[in-house]
């Protein structure tokens, strides 16, 4: 797996993923980097990996059990060392209103941290800063092309620590 960046532009980042376990090691790197109140938002076909990355995303917060899509109840919380952890999946809505409708308004960011698969169904819910990844199929079966977007400072931050192994201030 590379990240290629240009130096001076830490608002976006892409990912080469050759394997599910790459995506899923990207996803533990973003979770080991992920603060309460940090929004994720995700974008991509059925099948590119979303759900791989958000499994790897609990496992970087340090959660040990089992992580789903939450297809027909909307949301998960997983509990981690570093608070909650709420994964959205929007796939089985049609619009923002029905997003509010449902009340997930109060996720986002909420009192933990945020992932959310299918967000562009719920643009409008999402507060303006957030970290954006959109996962897309590559030339080959198992290859994903992997685009994470920073929307604000913070999430600047969080790429720019995750272009550079992890390491620095997040």
């Known amino acids: 797996m590379s990240l290629d960046h240009e130096p001076a532009a830490t608002d976006r980042v892409q990912v080469l993923s050759r394997s599910p376990a790459q995506t899923r090691g990207l996803g533990e790197r973003v979770g080991a980097l992920m603060q309460k109140g940090d929004v994720v938002a995700l974008a991509g076909p059925l099948g590119a990996g979303k759900t791989t990355l958000v499994q790897g995303m609990a496992e970087g917060l340090g959660f040990a059990g089992r992580v789903r899509s939450p297809s027909f109840t909307l949301v998960n919380e997983y509990p981690t060392p570093r608070g909650k952890r709420y994964h959205l999946d929007l796939f089985r809505l049609e619009h923002s209103g029905e997003a509010e409708e449902a009340g997930l308004g109060e996720f986002l960011p909420g009192d933990g941290m945020a992932v959310v698969e299918w967000a562009d169904r719920a643009a409008d819910l999402l507060p303006s800063e957030h970290l954006e990844i959109a996962l897309e199929m590559g030339p080959q ?24 192994g992890g390491q620095g201030p997040c």
Do not use: D, P
């Open 141 to 164: 079966e198992e290859v994903r092309i992997i685009v994470l977007t920073a929307r604000g400072k913070r999430y600047r931050l969080l790429l720019a620590a995750l272009a550079n």
